[in-house]
């Protein structure tokens, strides 16, 4: 079940990113669809480091190793991505709202599939 809702939330994801370039593509310019790109793709990356990371730290978790946490990497990750974002946007290729929304669309994808299952339940559920 935990493997259908990640590859859920990574669809949802990838779904939400691509109708935000659609919409930015119809009702904006250039830099707002490039940073909601932008956005997107570190989202993603960002989504991957996190499982890489939690793997990690499970996998040392379940051989019995007490679990090093190095929250040194953690802050090391969105350092760089700020980094990526302004060195965009001092270049004026990017809109830095429409970067953060980019950003955001895991945490859309999150309430988009709390939605799916809550209508699941209320009404998918009862009925049996």
Not at 5 to 11: G, H, N
Not at 18 to 43: K, N, P, Q, Y
Not at 50 to 62: D, F, G, I, Y
């Given at each position: 079940m ?14 939400i990113i ?9 009702l904006?310019?250039w ?15 960002n ?9 990690n730290?499970?996998n ?6 007490k679990?090093?946490?190095n ?5 090391l ?6 980094i990526?974002v302004?060195?965009?946007a001092?270049l004026?290729?990017?809109?830095v ?11 859309f994808?999150?309430?988009l599939?709390?939605?799916?299952q809550?209508?699941?339940?209320i ?6």
């Amino acid at each position: 079940m935990r493997e259908i809702s990640e590859k859920r939330l990574l669809i949802l994801t990838c779904l939400i990113i691509l109708a935000l370039v659609g919409a930015s593509l119809w009702l904006g310019d250039w830099r707002l669809t490039l940073g909601i790109i932008l956005g997107g793709v570190l989202s993603l990356l960002n989504i991957y480091w996190l499982r890489l990371s939690l793997k990690n730290l499970l996998n040392q978790a379940a051989t019995g190793a007490k679990p090093r946490f190095n929250a040194a990497l953690y802050i090391l990750r969105y350092l760089f991505i700020a980094i990526i974002v302004a060195f965009a946007a001092m270049l004026g290729l990017v809109s830095v709202a429409a970067t953060l929304i980019g950003l955001l669309s895991f945490a859309f994808a999150i309430l988009l599939e709390a939605i799916i299952q809550l209508i699941f339940i209320i009404f998918i559920r009862e009925e049996s």
